[in-house]
């Protein structure tokens, strides 16, 4: 229907026809919530957004026709991104549908495509050269690749030649194309475990394996100190808290020296030291000719003599003269130790071949997760627990019951003080015997007379002091 402008055709008469037009060409309507449309039929397809029909059977649909160089023009094709896919046009140049699709144009041809029909195919051992028309292929019968000429050439567009393959070190490939293992076939010569001895925890499968000593992840809280402030009479230990002992009155006494007469105090008696008044630096020396002790210089201490390798200067400083050391190793391997003391450096220049080839596939490292240590490349690899070496004993505390006179250490036991009871206890010398009270042993300052110039040293293994002489 053509539609003409005649001054004869009045405007109103104009729009009607307009509207009569439109109405006849495009029936809209409402199949199941979704518009349809349709043109040339009042029945459009209701799972189609669009129908077209021609009435004469004698009508197509053109879509946007473009040259290649339109097509793939950067004005273009800079404009379509993810949200124009299935964009369709039609290159002149190549005769050919083309549509939009991710980021790039992919030309609709099937199997079945005129195009294809009536392409031409070419073979040959050599680069495609011959005179050719856009859309036909080209086989290269020597390297199996696929051409198609475009734009004026013919491009590579893939291959239909079958990949080969090459047997590379431990493995073969037969003519059936059946690829085998020829190298380490054991699937358990490689796996290694931890293994954990008393303290020591190594890695197995492995003749020379480390031993590494997990000792000083012990619990080392027995390092905890005691401490005593005199001043505020505390007694502290390290991580631990503080007891005041300000209720334990054992420290009011005090030692007296009046002339050659010793006391305490809180104590009724004395001792007499001897017959003369010391100076500063004397020590006790047993008088024979007098039968007492005396208050005589220090006699001149031990003299040192120097060995092989140590060196004693002015200052009394010992040093070590010859620190160096020779170091050997044993066994058997290539290995070399070089440097000196105490700077060693060895050195192993042996290379162990691996049967199956491959240098990563047997590196091992340690895991911990929490406190569970495992380790890697090892599927039934043993959990190694180290809950058992955490220091949790840090939180113990002091504490100090004035009632009850007992000492406690949380989770440590307990002590009881009551019978440290110093403040009623007297000294006492009888002869060469000194006693203290409300103690059953005593000290003898003398097991035998003293010859001249002796002084008193302490015997352990009898418990006593006993005269000896000064070296």
Do not use: C
């Not at 003409?4 to 104009?14: H, Q, R």
């Not at 029909?53 to 473009?66: I, N, T």
């Not at 004395?270 to 003369?276: F, M, R």
């Amino acid at each position: 229907m053509l539609l003409a402008w005649s001054k004869k055709t009045s405007v109103s008469l104009f729009y009607n026809r307009i509207a009569g037009l439109l109405l006849s060409l495009i029936f809209s309507y409402n199949a199941f919530g979704q518009t349809v449309v349709g043109m040339g039929t009042d029945k459009p397809n209701a799972n189609a957004v669009l129908e077209l029909y021609a009435k004469d059977h004698s009508q197509g649909f053109l879509v946007p026709r473009l040259t290649t160089a339109q097509r793939t023009a950067a004005a273009f094709t800079s404009r379509l991104g993810q949200a124009d896919h299935g964009l369709l046009v039609f290159d002149t140049d190549q005769g050919a549908f083309y549509f939009w699709f991710e980021g790039k144009w992919e030309q609709s041809i099937g199997e079945d495509s005129n195009i294809l029909k009536k392409a031409n195919w070419y073979t040959g051992n050599t680069a495609p050269n011959m005179p050719a028309e856009n859309g036909d292929f080209y086989i290269n019968n020597t390297t199996g690749d696929l051409y198609r000429h475009q734009n004026g050439t013919f491009e590579i567009i893939g291959t239909i030649k079958e990949k080969s393959y090459q047997a590379g070190a431990g493995i073969n490939v037969s003519t059936d194309g059946t690829i085998t293992n020829t190298g380490d076939l054991n699937s358990t010569n490689e796996i290694q475990d931890l293994q954990l001895n008393n303290n020591t925890i190594k890695i197995t499968n492995n003749p020379a394996a480390s031993a590494i000593d997990l000792t000083p992840y012990l619990d080392n809280t027995d390092q905890q100190t005691l401490s005593f402030d005199p001043a505020t009479q505390k007694l502290s230990l390290s991580n631990g808290g503080s007891v005041n002992l300000n209720s334990i009155n054992t420290d009011s006494q005090d030692l007296n020296l009046n002339g050659n007469t010793l006391s305490l105090t809180n104590d009724i008696t004395s001792v007499n030291l001897s017959a003369t008044s010391p100076t500063d630096g004397q020590v006790l020396k047993w008088n024979a000719a007098q039968n007492h002790w005396e208050a005589q210089s220090d006699a001149i201490g031990t003299t040192y003599t120097a060995g092989t390798g140590i060196s004693i200067n002015g200052s009394n400083q010992i040093i070590n003269t010859a620190p160096n050391q020779a170091v050997s190793l044993t066994g058997t391997g290539a290995a070399t130790v070089s440097g000196t003391y105490p700077n060693f450096t060895i050195n192993a220049t042996d290379n162990v071949d691996d049967a199956d080839n491959d240098p990563a596939n047997e590196i091992q490292d340690l895991q911990l997760t929490g406190n569970t240590l495992k380790v890697t490349n090892n599927l039934g690899a043993t959990d190694i627990n180290l809950a058992g070496y955490l220091d949790n004993t840090d939180g113990q505390t002091l504490s100090f019951n004035t009632t009850t006179q007992e000492l406690s250490l949380s989770n440590g036991g307990m002590v009881n003080l009551g019978s440290i009871n110093t403040d009623a206890q007297n000294l006492s010398l009888s002869g060469n015997t000194l006693s203290l009270t409300n103690d059953a042993t005593n000290v003898s300052l003398s097991a035998t007379t003293p010859a001249n110039g002796e002084v008193l040293k302490w015997n352990a293994a009898q418990n006593r002091w006993e005269a000896h002489s000064d070296n």
